[in-house]
């Protein structure tokens, strides 16, 4: 354990007895436990010399009651101080307790919301950016975080600012705008023991979905917790008072006195999607347990993990218009990667009135300027794009195509439900998307039949698992298929199997594409199989072998594009995003196309909690070890085809590059699996420092995430490679004991010179090993061969071991 050795006389400590036993049970908790509890310790930036160690829980365990944590802190920093011989730990800045949507756990539905808590109720806006924590590390220095880092800079060149940094950026522009030094702000947070709690809300650094304007953009003061175990935070018109004070934007608020008041007031918002004129995200609810325990006993119904009169959150959370704004992103991205034309987009993502007049509308743009969009791709400009599209639809024009579009739909609507009687809802996905986890919640709101084929343990699963989806038609007007259904004949055994009944039985397909790269997916999904550990009939996490992501990889291979025709309807699904959103666009789908009431909020939360909850009765057995990979590689998350489509079209490449890389992709010779190989097992025993590096950031159950740019495209009449420059750990990745950053540090700088993609090789008795030997002439200028650049070309990948 790091410590630094500090006296009374340098500063007044004050810690608290209950705040060092505090830290002393999570130190226990994360030897006994490490899945539940993890630190990682860092340099403070203001002063390198003390330590700040980083606390993190397991999300999924924060829903659990009893609750495993000595607390419920989403936040939590520390420092081991050694005062006289013994080692002390103290809080150096804490954030909110982990708080719930509405219905999401017993204690946050509206009937034990007006049971146990009391008024006032203060509804401050859901700002949409990052969380940004400001404490003081000594009475005249400050630390700025965010939710588990501190502001030190990723190691590696070109590495991003990270949000802390930004944080702290802005934190000096608010205080020298109010004549106020960080040293003044560090000595009254340092005396009030308090850790001011802000969003870090900067659409040039990073854009979300809401827009900023300029004078709402920085860091907006919400919330000022003590530095303590217990969840303690000042009032709003104190933390109002104090954001005037120190230059911090103040976020805006309500007051309301009782539970019924706050519901009302949040389903009419909800409604319409707007507050003060303003779209918004949600309301972020505070107020105070109410004197008289939950339960005596913490299991009860309502139970909750709270202390009776201590600080008490909920949050309010809208999914409209972001659902629809996220589709206007995606559907752009997609006609600038393509030829902007209607036709290239999933139909499924055109359901709305408003997003089939936003497409002719951005087709038109492109089509006028391309220039406007030349950033957008890389997450910028988004908000610019559609604040314009918004005000064109405010024009004559724009209400007359909006009316006259949502006409049509309605009538087709009108004319489809009475096609059909019933309705098989179909996945189609690969393991790891949380399709079973949907699945379970639409059951949990609608009552649907569900059968899964991972429960089947018979020889021939298939004929069993339709028959099981046909005896559920019996009693069920809508039955969920829940398979992956990835390949072709899983989607026509379903259409066959119902063809004969009348009225006709409808396919509704709950469709995860492989809109991003595939490495990227395999990423996201092996993640959520890590995360939900043995809790499945079959699919069991390997945190050290990572045999499951072999799993995932095969189905990534063999899954079958859906066809138009194959379903009736499909709603594409995204794999990058989180339950609550995954589960409010199916949700969302059924209400739209089975005519379904659509379920309140409270219903939503209680849906989100049984599929947490779930867990099936059977689980997989134990997966056998198996040998060391042949080497160790990160793998990009890019499409090198799209990618190169339009790039090797440009005027700098040269026909030789040009009639390469459309042989490659005529052969399918360009790389599936894109590697950029660090270590292979024919360097050992020399390379067996770097050899153990990776296979110790490859065994960690979540390794660090890196980025890198790929350089330039190289090629000669043989083989076509891309190179890999400025290797660092990714902006805003949590690094636990910085084993992404010692990695890059430990690089060595004749491999640097070599890291390279290979793109592919013209055929199959040239081997992959050429496109290195290429890199490396190409670096000493070697005229026969040829290259361009490519444009700032950032992607980020993992370490992952490979076997071929």
Known sequence: MATEHLTETFFQLNIVDEDHELIESLISLAQKSPKLVRSTEYEAPADPRIKIRSWKMNEFKYYDIPSPFPTLARGLFTQDVEVEGAVKHRIVARGYDKFFNIGEVPWTTWASLEAHTKPPYTLTLKSNGCIIFIAALTPSKLIVTSKHSVGNKPGGAGADESHAQVGERWLKKHLADVGKSEKQLARVLWDNKWTAVAELCDDSFEEHVLAYTQ?????HLHGINECSRHFRTMLPDVVDAFAREWGFIVTASTVLDTIPAVKTFTEEVGRSGTWNGQALEGFVVRTHV?????????????????????SFFFKVKFDEPYMMYRDWREVTKTLLTKDPSAEHLPKNKMRRPETQVYVKWVIDEIKRDRSQFVDF?????????????????????GKADLESTSKED??????????????????????????????????????????????????KAAPQFIKNVLDLLKTHDVVIADKNNHLRQHRQALREATAGMTPPVRLLALHWPFDIPLATVHR??????????????????????????DVIWKFLQQAEELLAGEVDEAVDMDIEAPLEDALARAVDACVRILDLPRPSAEQMGQALAAARGYAPQEKGQEKKKR??????????????????????????????????????????????????????????????????????LFSTPTPPLFSFRLGDLVWNDRVMAMTVVDVAVSRGEEDPEARGGDFVASLPEELKGRLHVTVGTRSKDIPAVEARDMVMQWKTGAKSIESCKLNELWVSGRVKGLYN
């Open 290 to 310: 109410a004197a008289e325990p939950p339960s005596k006993d913490g299991k009860g119904a309502g139970a909750s993990p709270y202390a009776p009169g201590g």
């Open 215 to 219: 004078e709402l953009t920085g860091l």
């Open 377 to 397: 791709t890389k997450g910028k400009g988004i908000i610019a794009t559609r604040e314009r599209f918004l005000k064109w639809l405010e024009s004559k024009e």
């Open 627 to 696: 040998k060391a990979p042949r080497y160790y590689a990160l793998l990009p998350e890019v499409d090198l085809q799209r990618v190169l489509d339009k790039r090797v079209e440009e005027e700098d490449v040269s026909e030789q590059g040009r009639m390469l890389y459309h042989h490659l992709k005529a052969c399918g010779r360009v790389a599936e699996r894109p590697h950029v190989t660090v270590v292979h097992e024919k360097g050992l025993p020399g390379d067996t420092d770097l050899w153990e590096r990776c296979r110790h």
């Open 524 to 549: 996201i999904c092996g993640d959520r199989i890590v995360a939900r550990g043995d809790n499945h009939q079959s699919l069991r996490a390997d945190a050290a072998g990572k045999t499951h992501e």
């Open 410 to 459: 309605e009538e087709k609507a009108a004319e489809e439900k009475q096609k059909f009687g019933k309705t098989i809802i179909v996945p189609i996905a690969v393991p790891g998307v949380g399709k079973t986890t949907v699945a379970i919640a639409l059951t949990h709101l609608f009552g649907f039949g569900h059968t899964q084929s991972d429960d089947i343990k018979a020889k």
